[in-house]
């Protein structure tokens, strides 16, 4: 079983920057991606950014491609997301996610979510 950890979510002016983190425990041998999906009020999940841990390759939605990065570090089984350039959107929820295989399209674990929201 793997459990993921979210955290570095706030309140951030527009324009402005914030970093996630999302810490992997549990069995995280063999994860293959990880990621980040969000969801506003009244709206669908949707995908934000994954990062494979074999070779590092990133893939972003073009709604945040160029302004968020994605990335992780193995030996602390650890994703982070750094936010910059923020536009002021309706709060999300950003879930940390992981899976064993590919695509990432439904990750088999999740975390609880960490609260983002962008004031003008």
């Known amino acids: 079983q793997v459990q993921l950890a979210e955290s570095g979510g706030g309140l951030a002016q527009a324009g402005g920057s914030l970093r996630l983190s999302c810490v992997a425990s549990?069995?995280?041998?063999?994860?293959?991606?990880m990621g980040w999906f969000r969801q506003a009020p009244g709206k669908e999940r949707e995908f934000v950014a994954s990062?494979?841990?074999?070779?590092?390759?990133?893939d972003y939605s073009d709604s945040v491609k160029g302004r968020f990065t994605i990335s992780g570090d193995n030996a602390k089984s650890t994703v982070f997301l750094q936010m910059n350039n923020l536009k002021p959107e309706a709060p999300a929820v950003y879930f940390c996610?992981?899976?064993?295989?590919?695509?990432?399209?439904?990750?088999?674990?999740w975390g609880k979510g960490t609260q983002v929201t962008v004031s003008s």
């Open positions: 996610s992981a899976d064993r295989t590919a695509p990432f399209t439904d990750p088999s674990y």
């Open positions: 990062f494979r841990w074999i070779g590092s390759a990133t």
């Open positions: 549990g069995r995280t041998f063999g994860l293959y991606d």
